[in-house]
């Protein structure tokens, strides 16, 4: 069973606007995708940048963690070296306090022989010149042995005192050399503590970095999904398009059972009535045309002729049997059937076979349209979807073209030759 004409047409416009505004959405969801892949990119390059500038910081980090630990060992040996020469600094110093208690000692001892001498020398000088010559030899040795006694005690002094003189000489050295270790061991510490600032402040830049790296990853798995979700709903939306062509199709196949059906329905009604309007009402002294279900026939039969292009009269012709409309265009007919006064402008309920007429004059056409009404808002014309002869909407010539609708008529064409 088949739908009315108006509601086939409405149908028709209906899925006609979705199938349109189907490719708009399409359209515009490709911009979203090619967008979408476009961000993409720029979040795969930015992912890439920040891994290069994450290892250049790591090596970085690394390089300064490596120094650190080199500044700590030496600030460690520096330590260990000023260690060393304060213990030998104390060691000389109690060499030296050592030497410096025997100096004291060997010069109290020489203080108390010297005093001893001395007391002794007066005291034998004085009993010499009393006692006389006998006793002189003896206490010359006395005196001679205390002179001795002091000069050997003056000796030891003198030693002791060298001695001294020079272990207070190699502990000054070893102060120095303890001074030098304290500064070089001050040197390290403050080299160290640089060091270890350098290195916290490169491990804090690759942590930034790695920060960095860690949003770029997350913009790229966002970006990652967006492209996903965008070629998911164009794909839905190409789907939805090409579910809905196959529905136009089928419509349109189904308008072209409709239609003809109506025509086989109409030129059935014509042939048990004996006769057609539409073949009937000629002009005076034209050749008879085909009938409609002829006209039909013939139609059918072409459907993909590509000999017709730009020749709708003639094909009009054809149809009805003519070799020839005997005018030049479509214009020039429907000019001479407006004159005869059988143009028809209600197109409410246009019969099949019926010639219908456009005006080419608003797209620049000189020449006009005709086509054959098929039924069901459907003809048959040149300019169809396959290039040649087949059925288009009775609206496209207007819709489509550029040229509107003028009316329709019967076989009118008192030039046409067999």
């Known amino acids: 069973m088949f739908l009315a004409q108006g509601a086939v047409e409405a149908r028709a ?27 993409l990119d720029a979040a795969m390059g930015a992912l890439t940048a920040s891994r290069d500038e994450l290892s250049a910081a790591q090596q970085t980090a690394e390089k300064a963690e490596q120094a650190a630990g080199e500044a700590q ?63 002189t030899s003896q206490i010359s040795n006395r005196y001679q042995w205390a002179n001795q006694s002091l000069s050997a005690t003056q000796t030891k002094v003198a030693a002791y005192q060298s001695a001294l003189d020079e272990l207070s000489a190699k502990r000054d050295a070893l102060v120095e050399a303890e001074n030098d270790a304290q500064t070089a061991r001050d040197n390290a510490v403050e080299q160290l503590a640089a060091a270890r600032e350098a290195s916290q402040a490169a491990a804090d830049a690759a942590a930034a970095v790695q920060e960095k790296v860690d949003a770029n990853q997350a913009a790229l798995a966002a970006a990652q999904d ?7 709903s164009n794909d839905a939306l190409k ?52 009938s409609v279900d002829q006209a039909v026939a013939t139609a059918q039969a072409m459907e993909g002729d590509m000999r017709y ?21 479509a214009t020039d007919a429907a000019a001479t059937i407006m004159a005869a006064g059988q143009m028809q402008y209600d ?36 300019g169809a979807a396959n290039g040649g002869v087949g059925m288009i909407s009775l609206d496209t010539p207007s819709a489509g073209w550029g040229e509107p609708l003028i009316g329709w008529s019967s076989v009118w064409l008192p030039n046409a030759t067999g």
């Open 13 to 39: 416009d209906d899925l006609d606007d979705q199938y349109a505004a189907l490719q708009d959405q399409i359209t515009s969801s490709s911009g979203t995708v090619s967008d979408s892949y476009a961000a």
């Open 73 to 135: 060992s030496a600030a460690d040996a520096a330590a260990e070296a000023l260690s060393t020469a304060q213990g030998n600094r104390k060691a000389a110093q109690a060499r030296v306090d050592d030497a410096q208690t025997q100096v004291d000692d060997a010069k109290q001892e020489l203080g108390a022989v010297a005093s001893q001498a001395a007391q002794q020398n007066t005291g034998l000088t004085s009993i010499a010149l009393l006692v006389g010559d006998g006793s």
């Open 226 to 232: 967006i492209v996903n979700q965008a070629v998911a």
């Open 239 to 290: 789907n939805q398009a090409s579910d809905l062509a196959g529905q136009i199709q089928a419509r349109d196949a189904a308008a072209a059972a409709a239609a003809a059906e109506a025509a086989a329905a109409a030129n059935r009604a014509n042939v048990e009535a004996g006769s057609s309007w539409l073949t009937t009402n000629i002009a005076p002294g034209q050749l008879a045309p085909y």
């Open 309 to 329: 292009g730009n020749m709708c009269l003639a094909l009009v012709a054809a149809f009805y049997g003519y070799s020839s409309s005997g005018v030049n265009s």
């Open 347 to 382: 197109t409410s309920n246009i019969p099949v076979g019926a010639l219908v007429w456009y005006d080419g004059t608003p797209a620049g056409n000189p020449f006009g349209h005709v086509a054959m009404y098929a039924g069901n808002g459907m003809i048959y014309s040149n």
